[in-house]
C-alpha cells in the first residue's frame, strides 16, 4: 500500500495565500481540521477568532495494514497545546469512536474543557472514561437541538438533530463574525414510506439563517441515488424474521444503536427473547434503555446463559463481531469457544451491517465457517436489512440545494472521496469556484465572503497509540515490524578477545521469521564460516572497529543469505568484546 | 483473520462412506481436488480411474494478510508424486495464473506429462517457463473446441470453447466409464445485444451427450442477474473515449486479453496511439498480436518514450497496476518513478477492472493521488466499463438447465460461495440431494448414478513459496512473522563466566520494532538491572544451566516489559558462556 500523502506541485483550483498576521487577519476565522480529511475516521476540527476556539469532535482511526500492532490512531494536538486555554468548548457530534474515541488520549492534554453533547454521547463517554486511569472527570453539558450557547465574546453554538444510526446525533452551528459555519456531523436523510425526507423543514431553517460555509460528510458522497429509508430497513427485518423457524443470529455493530433498538421492538413483538452478545453491545444497549433510547420489557432480555429454556424460534441472539474481528462475540461463537451459544443447523444468522473495507477476507471466513456448521446466512446483497448512517448523492443534492451555502468543504473522507463530493454540491447549486478541499493540518482563513487556503499548516501527522505509551510508536518502529513480517531476522553475536582481535567461540546466530534454522543446519554451517572469514580478515591486534565489522557482516551475511535463499532477513550483528 | 478450516462433526447433507478398496472400487472414478475448493486461487483437480490420472489446471494463490513475506501459495502434490507414471495429460484451461501459475514448480516433479491446451495459453506458458533455471522444456500438445483425446484405454477427452476474459479458455469433458464429467473452466455466458447468449448451442450439444457431474466456476456465484455483455462494455468505453479530449489512461489486468484489444481496437478508430506500460502486458499483447488475437496495425502501438511526440488527444496509454500493487506500472506513474509518464491535470484515468478483495485501501490511496494530480477518474461504479470473466446466478442457471447434469459439483470459491451456487443448481433443476461441496484434499468416488464423498483425504495443505524454496516456509516461521509485525522483538545477551556463573559485562540489549530504544535510556536501564538480578539469584558455583536462564529472562524480562510499557515484544535471550 501506498502513502496518500503526495503532494503535486501543480496542484489547481486552491487560492493558496500567506496570510501575515495583521489587522486584518484578526477579523478572520481560522478553521483547522487535524484528522478526519485524508480517512475515514479520526475526525477533530477546529474553529478559531481571536481568543476563542471551539474544537469539534475527537475521534480515533482504527489501525491499517501499514500500521502492524498499533491500537489506534489519534489527531495529533501540537498546535493546540499552546493556546489551550482559549479553548472554550468541545462538541461532540454523536456516540462513535471515530467522533468520540480519543478522548481519554487527549483531553486532559488540553485542559479538560468543557464538552457540550447530547445524553447518550455523554453516558457513553464517561462509561469509557472509567476504564482509563489518570484521566480528569470529564466536564460535560447536555444540549439538545435548537440549543444555542455563546462560549465567548464573538463565538455562538447552536445545535440540531440529524438522522444517523445512533440516537442523539447533533449537527453544530458555529455563529462567527464573518458567517455562519454549519458541520453536518455524520449524517443521512431518513425517508418516509412516501419517499419524503423527514425534518428538512431543520435544513430549511438553518439555510434561511444564511449560511457561510457547509462542511459536508463525503463517507458515501461516490454512492449514487438517495437512502434506503430505515422503515424499509425495518419492514424487510421484520419480514425476514417472521419467516424464520429456528434461532436468529443477528450480528451488527455495537453503535448502531438505533438499529438495535428496532431489531428488539421487533423480536417483542414476535414472541423471541433476546439475549445479547458482546461487551460493547451490553453496555450500550444498557446505556440506551436506561436512558429511554430502547424500550422493551425486561423480561425481552434474558441472559445467555438461559437460552436453552427457550424453544429456538422464540431466540433472538444479538451479537458484535459482523466485520469478523478476532476477539468479538460472533468469532468466540464461530470457533467453537463461546460456553452458551453453537452454531448448528437451522439457525438464522443475519448480518445488518455492511462490510468495511479491508474486512472481506475475515468476513468471508466468517461465513464459510457458519456455512459448514449449517448455517442460513442472510445479508445485504440479498435483501435489504442495512442502509449506511451516511447521506449519499441525492441525499447530499437536497440538503446542499436547501442549505445554499456559500462554500461547500467536504469533510469525512479520502481525498478522492471528497473531490466526488464537491461534484455533487456543483450539480447542487454551488459555484465551482466555491468548493475546497482541505488537507488535516491545513490552516484556512475566512472572512466575509472569503475561505482561503493559507500555506500556514499545523502538525497533523499521525499519532499512534499501541499499549500504555501515547505516540510513542514511531516510523523507524513501525518500518521495523513490516521488515520483520515480511522476511524475518537473524542475530548473529560474535565474542572477540579484545586485545587479540580473535574469534573466542562459535558464533551464535539465532534467527525468527526466516527459515527454520532446525532443517537448514548446513546453511547455519556455511554461516558460521562466512562469518569467522569475514573476522580472520581484519588484521590482528590493530584497534577493533565493532561497528565496521557489524557492517561488514551485515552486508556480506545479508547477500550471501539472499544468493542461498532469495530472502532478505534482518541482519542484526553483535559484536561482544571480552 | 481466522482460519477457514473448522470442521464440525455433525456436518449433514454429505454422504460420507469409507471405501474398501475391492473389485467393486475398480469400477468407480475417483475425484480429488487439491485447491481452488477453499480460497479463489490454486485451482488442481485430478481425476483417476485405474492407472490412468487426468490433471486440470495448475493454479497458485497470491498471498494473503495471514503469509505475511510468501510470495505464492501452490497446490500440495504428495499423493501425486508415488503415482506419477499414471499422470497420462495435464489440461490447462486458460491462461490465467491461479490455473497456471504452479507450473514450473510442479511439473517437473510429477514427470513432465504432456499437456492439452490452446495456442495463447501454450504461448504464456512457454514464455514464463524461460523465467525459471532447472525446469523441463514443456510437452504440450494444441487442442481446440471440438477435438477429442484417448488419453489411455479407458478416458477420453473432449474439449469445447467457452467464453472468459482471455482468449482460448477452453472447457474439457472428461469421458469416463461411469459418465461424463464435465469441467466449464472459468467461465461466463456472452450476450449479443438482444441479450441472446451466444454459443448455447454447444452447452445443448454437451447436455445431449448426458452429463454425470457438472463442475461449476462459483466465484460470482451470489451475483444476480445475467452478466454484463462484452458488448455493452465496449460501447460504453467507446462512448467515453469518444468524449474525452486529453490523453487516455487505462488501467486493467494485464490478463484480460479480448478487453485489452477490443480497448486497442477503439484507440486504433479514434485515431489514438497506444503506448503499453508494464512488463506483463506488453508480453501478454505481443503473444496475443503474434497470433492474430489482437489485430492492430503496427504503427498503432508505440515505446512510451514517444508518447511527447503526439497529441494529448492522440495518446492512450494501458498499464498495469489496477489494484494498486506497489511494484505495477501505475504505481509507478502516479508516484512520480516513470521516466516518461506522469500524471498532469486533463489526463482521463480508467479504471476497467473491479476491485479484488483485499484491494480496496491500496485502490483508494491510488485514487486519492491521481486525483490530487488532477486526474479525472472513470471506474465500474460509475459507467459499466466492466464485465467480470464469471458467471453470475442467471448464467449459471442457463448452463445447469441446458446440460441437466445428474450431479453439481461446484468449484473455484470458498465455501460459502459454493454453498450458495448450490443453491443455484438446485434452483435450476438439479435434484437437493444431488448437489456435492468438497474440501481441497476430499476424495470422491464415482459411479454410475452415484456420487459420493469418502472419508479419505490426501494431503492438501498450503504449500508456501519464498523466495528459492518451494515449501520451506512453515507454519512456525509464518507465526514468528505476524509476532514480530504486531510487537516487535527485543534480544538480551548475556556473556558469563562459565566457571563462577559471574556476569562478565553489561548484558547487551538489541531490540527492532518495539520501541525506539534511544528514547528509552531509562527502561533499557532497568532492563538491565533485571537481568542482573536474575543471574545474580543463580547459585554461585553449580552448574550453569543456560536453558533455565533463558526461560527465566523470557518470562520475567517479558513481563516486566508488558507492566511497563503494555506491549509483548517477543523475547529472545543469549547466555554466552567464556
Redesign the interface.
Known sequence: ????K???E???SKPVKKIKPTKESENLVRVVPLGGL?EVGRNMMYIEYRDEIVIIDMGFQFP??ET??IDYIIPNIDSLIPKKQNIRAVVLTHAHFDHIGAIPYIIGKIGNPPIYTQKLTRAIIEKRQEEFVNVPKLNVKIVKGGDTVKIGNFLELEFFEVAHTVPDTTGVIVKTPVGNLVYFADFRLDYDEAGKPYNLDVVERIGKMGVHTFMCDSTNA?KPGASISERTVEKNLAELFEKIEGRIILATFSSMITRLGEIMHIAEKLGRKVAVNGRSMKNNIQIARNLGYIKVADDTIIPVEEIHKYRDRNIMILTTGAQ?E?NAGL?RI???EHRQIQ???GDAMVFSSSVI??N???V???????????AQ?FHT?VIDIHASGHATQEDIKTVVRTLKPEFFMPVHG???MR?VNCQNAIQAGVPKENVRVLDNGNVAVLGKKQFTITDETVPAHYVMI????VG???E???R??????????I?I?V?LDRKTGRV??NP?I?S?????LK?NQELLKEVRTKIRNICSRVPKKQTMDADYLKSLMRDQVGQFLHT????RP?V?P?V?E?
Open positions: 500500500m501506498m502513502s496518500s503526495i503532494k503535486p501543480g496542484q489547481t485524508e491499517e495494514e502492524p500492532g461516490e469478523g478476532s468469532m464461530v470457533s467453537g452454531i448448528r443447523p473495507p479491508g472481506e477476507r475475515s468471508q471466513a466468517l461465513k464459510d465457517n457458519l456455512a459448514r456448521q449449517g446466512i446483497s479520502h481525498y478522492y473531490v499501541d499499549g500504555l505509551g510513542d510508536v514511531g523507524v518502529v513501525l521495523d515490524r513490516k521488515m520483520l513480517a515480511q522476511e524475518g531476522m542475530v553475536i565474542t573466542l567461540k551464535d539465532i525468527r521469521g526466516f527459515i527454520y532443517d542461498q535463499t532469495y530472502r534482518m542484526l553483535v561482544i571480552i
